[in-house]
């Protein structure tokens, strides 16, 4: 089992120790071991401020939004590269084409945004002059240009390129080096998109590093001109959120935690109308893309009591078609669950459902999801 390696202070670099294992989706073959003990996280974010920041603050705009629309068309033409490695997580062609093409596309958006609308200056004045006395002694206006610190963004397990590209664009924009931590159980993703773009060359040193494993004692040392961003659970953030440094340096933080998204049908909708079969689709697609591992999919799903038996008919069937298994096998639409951990979770809830009269609609019999 290899060591997952870090890119810190423009060197990849191993943690010391086994660490956390990271497993095979289908085979739970082990694949890597993730730590960062012993490595120089604290001084990381000051080698992000001092020399990534510099020379993305020197950039303009424009040049920032050129050079990742660069970097999206060099990720887009070692794609292959990458859906090779999110396999290993589970994933369906489809599943790592949302995340890996579509992160690319986030790229392309942001650096199309600067082409238009962001001026060819490290400084972009946001409105005009603001009048605050009737003698015109005292104006303001507001003008916008880099923060000197860097943005930490802390990353789910579901999305481990489209997550990092999406902070990562307007992170770029804005002037600041990014330092960024995936979730363990698909890090080796996330780490071959960064490897990648260290490869490239189109990325100025120090704008990107990459942390495999907890962010030791990181928090720590954050200052008020750094940010935070976090996406995964809301236990998890409000513990983050609430770390002594965050509220006595003011640092920003933005948190992306739980949703509860639900598809309500309307009491006028038949099991002919173009609504419900929307319905049925949308469900289905949201169970099984990703293996239902989105913080977007469907958690709730209300129906007029007297629909109530047509959408299960209708769910079942179109759930019918779906095969599950290896990825690899044409034909199949849905992969496993990322590890063993969240298929107990999983178990876990349904078990808790199953417990509390929920009906259960897979039919067939068994032990086990």
């Known amino acids: 089992m290899q060591h997952l390696t870090s890119y810190i202070m423009g060197k990849w670099v191993n943690g010391a120790g086994e660490g956390r294992k990271i497993y095979h989706a289908l085979t739970n073959e082990g694949l890597y071991s993730v730590t960062t003990e012993g490595l120089p996280l604290a001084k990381s974010l000051q080698y992000g401020r001092e020399i990534g920041g510099e020379a993305l603050a020197n950039q303009t705009f424009q040049q920032r939004g050129e ?82 610190g860097v943005a930490l963004h802390i990353n789910a397990f579901n999305f481990p390129c489209w997550g990092m590209l999406e902070k990562l664009a307007p992170t770029w924009l804005a002037g600041m080096p990014a330092i960024i931590k995936p979730a363990t159980a698909s890090a080796q993703v996330t780490q071959a998109m960064v490897k990648l773009m260290v490869d490239s060359g189109l990325v100025p040193e120090g704008a990107i590093q990459l942390i495999c ?38 640092v920003p933080f933005t948190m992306e935690a739980d949703s509860l998204n639900c598809a309500i049908l309307g009491s006028d909708v038949l099991p002919e109308s173009p ?29 007029p009591k007297s629909q109530l038996e047509n959408v299960k008919h209708a769910l079942l069937k179109r759930l019918s078609g779906v095969t599950m298994g290896d990825p690899a096998v044409d034909g199949v639409r849905m992969g496993a669950l990322i590890n063993l951990e969240q298929r107990q979770d999983v178990q876990e809830k349904v078990d808790y459902l199953r417990a509390n009269g929920c009906e259960l609609l897979c039919g067939g019999s068994f032990t086990n999801l």
């Not at 290993?88 to 650096?111: H, N």
């Not at 928090?219 to 002594?244: I, N, R, W, Y």
Request: aromatic share 8%.
């Open 67 to 148: 050079m990742i629309k660069a970097l999206a068309k060099y990720l887009l033409a070692h794609k292959d590269e990458l859906y090779a490695i999110s396999a290993q997580t589970g994933a369906t062609k489809a599943d790592s084409w949302v995340d890996i093409e579509g992160g690319i596309g986030t790229l392309f958006a942001y650096a199309g945004l600067a082409s238009r609308e962001l001026p060819d200056d490290t400084v972009w004045s946001e409105d005009e002059m603001i009048p605050l006395s009737k003698q015109g002694q005292f104006i303001a206006r507001h003008i916008l240009t880099s923060r000197r």
């Open 275 to 303: 609504e419900f079969v929307l319905l049925i689709k949308e469900i289905a697609r949201e169970m099984t893309a990703k293996a239902g591992q989105k913080c977007t999919a469907i958690r709730r799903i209300i129906v």
């Open 213 to 250: 494993g907890g962010v030791g004692d990181m928090f720590d040392h954050l200052d008020f001109e750094d940010v935070v961003t976090f996406t995964g659970s809301a236990g998890t953030g409000q513990k983050l959120k609430s770390h002594p440094r965050i509220n006595q340096k003011s």
